[in-house]
């Protein structure tokens, strides 16, 4: 097993989520409780938050002629589209990952979450999520998948 | 609805501020964390009903934590 290289372990009520700051290329941070979906192949952050990281490429997808950036994706209900971008550092606790792959999507207000830690930052990761007890623990480990 | 004016606000619990700020999207600057550097205290700096009003709002600052201060409305299917 690989051994892991920093650890946070925090309970969660409903959801699995865990306070992340994310660092943008303009040095601005953003922090959120992000909602933790193993099965998203990337991180996601709203459009707008994007833009205010420094990521001005993220505020829009044009149909017609898209960046070369631009992701097409499927969910559980419909095609979509976002831009991909490489956020400079996460951190969450003492855990740090650089240049992680976010969509910038904006996933309805009324889901109460805009803001998902996938594959893309969970690859770096050994992940135990108890239901029963309501706890998490997030290992970083040294050699990705 | 939006600045909180120009005093500086008290620092807040987490729990503090989901009831203050019922149903509402906030920013806050922490200003206390737990071992896990997970925030367990705040000062809400702005809040708004839609989240990219707030986002707009919080555009000045260099570091902000923001998220949903309310019960979800409806079940997730993510």
């Given at each position: 097993?690989?051994?892991?290289?920093?650890?946070?372990?925090t309970?969660?009520?409903?959801?699995?989520?865990?306070f992340?700051v994310?660092?943008?290329?303009?040095?601005?941070?953003?922090e959120?409780?992000?909602?933790?979906?193993?099965?998203?192949?990337?991180?996601?952050?709203?459009?707008?938050?994007?833009?205010?990281?420094?990521?001005?490429?993220?505020?829009?997808?044009?149909?017609?002629?898209?960046?070369?950036?631009?992701?097409?994706?499927?969910?559980?209900?419909?095609?979509?589209?976002?831009?991909?971008?490489?956020?400079?550092?996460?951190d969450?606790g003492?855990?740090?990952?650089?240049?992680?792959?976010?969509?910038?999507?904006?996933?309805?207000?009324?889901?109460?979450?805009?803001?998902?830690?996938?594959?893309?930052?969970?690859?770096?990761?050994?992940?135990?999520?108890?239901?029963?007890?309501?706890?998490?623990?997030?290992?970083?480990?040294?050699?990705?998948? | 609805?939006?600045?909180?004016?120009?005093?500086?606000?008290?620092?807040?619990?987490i729990?503090?501020?989901?009831?203050?700020?019922?149903?509402?999207?906030?920013?806050?600057?922490v200003t206390e964390r737990d071992g896990n550097s997970q925030p367990v205290k705040g000062?809400?700096?702005?809040?708004?009903?839609?989240?990219?009003?707030?986002?707009?709002?919080?555009?000045?600052?260099?570091?902000?934590c923001?998220?949903?201060?309310?019960?979800?409305?409806?079940?997730?299917?993510?």
């Open positions: 097993m690989i051994p892991p290289t920093a650890a946070v372990e309970p969660f009520a409903k959801y699995p989520t865990v992340s994310l660092r943008g290329r303009n040095g601005a941070a953003r959120y409780p992000a909602l933790i979906i193993p099965t998203s192949d990337y991180c996601v952050l709203p459009k707008v938050d994007a833009f205010n990281l420094g990521y001005p490429e993220a505020a829009s997808v044009d149909e017609r002629t898209p960046l070369p950036n631009t992701l097409t994706f499927a969910s559980f209900n419909a095609y979509g589209r976002g831009t991909l971008i490489k956020i400079e550092r996460v969450i003492s855990i740090s990952v650089e240049n992680v792959e976010f969509v910038a999507f904006d996933i309805f207000q009324t889901a109460g979450y805009d803001v998902v830690l996938g594959r893309s930052l969970l690859r770096h990761m050994r992940l135990e999520l108890d239901f029963a007890a309501g706890r998490l623990r997030m290992e970083k480990v040294t050699a990705p998948r | 609805m939006g600045s909180t004016g120009g005093a500086k606000p008290e620092a807040l619990t729990p503090e501020i989901l009831e203050k700020c019922k149903d509402r999207w906030v920013a806050i600057e000062r809400v700096v702005e809040q708004e009903v839609d989240r990219y009003t707030l986002a707009e709002k919080t555009a000045k600052y260099g570091e902000v923001i998220f949903y201060a309310g019960e979800l409305q409806f079940r997730l299917l993510l």
